[in-house]
């Protein structure tokens, strides 16, 4: 007779390890990539495709000296090989180089405009977009000063009015930002926003009906209501990514300072976003 074990001990006994536990076992190579410079240059260099010796000490600035050994250390790695006398990233390199670029893209981001990412609620933007944080990098900060203290505002007005279509999502509202939307709308600009409840309210029975009474004719203008809490304003166009957050201090909408880019990376991030939160939301109706 066959005794059949229906509970294998692989399965009964293994635990699931963190990933605390696996740097504390592997730390000296994770640590080694990070730590050295030109360890990381030459991952990162070597992900766009195989280069000559000559190419990465272009891109390094450094030696042949000092280049060799960490090449060596990459090899010892099995992470970088030599390939017709050029030097490649081998298979596990591959898989390994993109983590590090990831990384190195989300610090880039977030040192690049650092008090920005401090101050304000990181935690409004949904988590899947979060985690594509690093399609920010190429992004300007337009911030109200003394000088200029409708520099957000004339910044949102010149995007609504070089777009060929417009994608809003928003939980605030203003006269100055209804009627930039009305004259673009008028404008027979496609229009699509998501709103949060309240916002609709206000569109509906509030200060903002007979702004809506305008819109109703605007064939190209369509609004949704979000079924959750919104707490971002971001304005996607075919060109442009405008994103603004909440002051953590306050939890209130920061209306002063502003998020900006023309990156195509950028933009499609926004528009994904904005489908995100158009896929959830049902439409208002306009009659």
């Known amino acids: 007779m066959i005794c059949v ?5 692989s399965v009964r006994t293994m635990k699931e390890v963190s990933p605390l536990e696996i740097y504390n076992e592997y730390h000296d190579d994770v640590q080694a990539i990070f730590r050295s410079r030109l360890l990381t240059q030459v991952m990162i260099a070597l992900g766009s495709g195989s280069k000559p010796l000559s190419t990465l000490r272009d891109i390094t600035g450094s030696s042949s000296q000092a280049l060799i050994p960490k090449i060596r250390y990459l090899e010892g790695l099995h992470y970088v090989e030599s390939v017709k006398g050029d030097y490649a990233l081998t298979p596990m390199g591959r898989l390994v180089e993109p983590k590090i670029e990831r990384v190195v893209m989300l610090m880039g981001v977030l040192q690049k405009h ?4 401090i101050e304000h609620d990181i ?3 949904p988590p899947e977009f979060l985690d594509e944080l690093e399609h920010l990098y190429n992004i300007e900060l337009v911030k109200d000063v003394e000088e200029n203290i409708f520099a957000v505002y004339t910044v949102f007005q010149s995007i609504l009015r070089k777009a060929s279509w417009i994608h809003g ?4 509202m203003s006269p100055v930002h209804v009627e930039a939307i009305k004259e ?8 699509e926003l998501v709103v949060s409840e309240e916002i609709a309210r206000g569109l509906v029975s509030g200060p903002y009906n007979t702004v809506l009474e305008t819109l109703k004719r605007c064939k190209k203008f369509r609004i949704y209501v979000a079924p959750s809490p919104i707490h971002l304003g971001m304005t996607v166009t075919d060109g442009y990514l405008s994103l603004g957050l909440y002051r953590r201090d306050t939890d209130k909408y920061d209306t002063t300072t502003d998020l900006i880019s023309t990156d195509a ?8 976003l904005f489908q995100h939160y158009k896929a959830d939301a049902r439409p208002l109706k306009l009659s």
């Open 5 to 9: 074990d229906r509970h294998p001990l």
């Open 114 to 117: 650092r008090n920005f990412w």
């Open 123 to 125: 935690e409004g933007i």
């Open 169 to 172: 999502v928003s939980s605030i």
């Open 184 to 191: 673009a709308a008028i404008g027979s600009t496609p229009i």
């Open 265 to 272: 990376a950028a933009v499609s991030w926004g528009e994904r």
